[in-house]
């Protein structure tokens, strides 16, 4: 069964601290994705990554940088979070661009 | 600028009714559509899926169709059960482009018991 894993599924954390948000996935996927979800605006894409070491902004990556080291692993890190990057966070993984596996969320809250 | 949107934030439904989700797109490059299903604290989970090459796909009680010229998809569940729900997001994206999906804002379906 394809699995997408988020380190944490609740984080709270206070304002400028340096946050990761760190995602594995099983699948030997390419392609890896960052999106944050809010009340009334969906899933927007945060960054994408279709390579190790390789990434791409998606429409709202101003206060997050990613990594992508390993195939497996993408990294989201908020490098001063404030409290208007309170959110959930979903990561996934897809093959060819279209369908994707989504993590089970990382529900972060700065103070 | 929203390319996929669901201009219905929630939907309430008998159980057992027919229960319609309406998406609408912009960008005539899409040529594959996804609807996910979303409950609280859980991450989206793919539902059904559609090419641009067909109008009509069907999976158990979930039919998705596709009106390329109106650029408009629908879900339909028929019947609809109290386990359905959750928020319903619409998906698009160019395969031929980059390798993202575009999400609609979500419906947020009540079946009622």
């Known amino acids: 069964d394809v699995k997408v894993t988020q380190s944490s599924r609740y984080l709270v954390k206070r304002t400028g601290e340096k946050v990761f948000l760190e995602c594995v996935q099983d699948?030997?996927?390419?392609?890896m994705f960052w999106y944050r979800q809010d009340p009334g605006l969906g899933l927007r894409l945060i960054y994408f990554s279709y390579d190790v070491k390789m990434k791409e902004k998606g429409d709202i990556p101003e206060g997050y940088s990613v990594s992508r080291e390993k195939k497996e692993r993408f990294s989201l890190i908020l490098e001063s979070a404030s409290t208007n990057q309170t959110s959930m966070y979903l990561c996934?993984?897809?093959?060819?661009?279209?369908?994707?596996?989504f993590g089970q969320g990382t529900r972060l809250t700065v103070v | 600028d929203q390319q996929v949107k669901q201009n219905s934030p929630s939907l309430s439904v008998q159980e057992g009714r027919i229960s319609i989700l309406n998406c609408d797109y912009t960008?005539?490059?899409?040529?594959?559509f996804l609807w996910y299903k979303k409950y609280p604290a859980e991450g989206p989970t793919f539902l059904i899926s559609i090419s641009s090459i067909k109008d009509k796909n069907e999976d158990g009680r979930f039919t998705v169709f596709l009106n390329k010229s109106a650029k408009h998809l629908s879900l339909h569940i028929v019947p609809s059960q109290p386990g359905d729900s959750a928020v319903y997001f619409c998906?698009?994206?160019?395969?031929?482009?980059?390798?993202?999906?575009?999400f609609g804002t979500g419906t947020r379906l009540t079946v009622i018991p």
């Open positions: 699948m030997d996927h390419e392609n």
């Open positions: 996934a993984s897809s093959s060819d661009g279209a369908k994707a596996f």
């Open positions: 960008n005539s490059m899409f040529d594959y």
């Open positions: 998906a698009a994206s160019a395969r031929s482009g980059a390798n993202n999906l575009f």
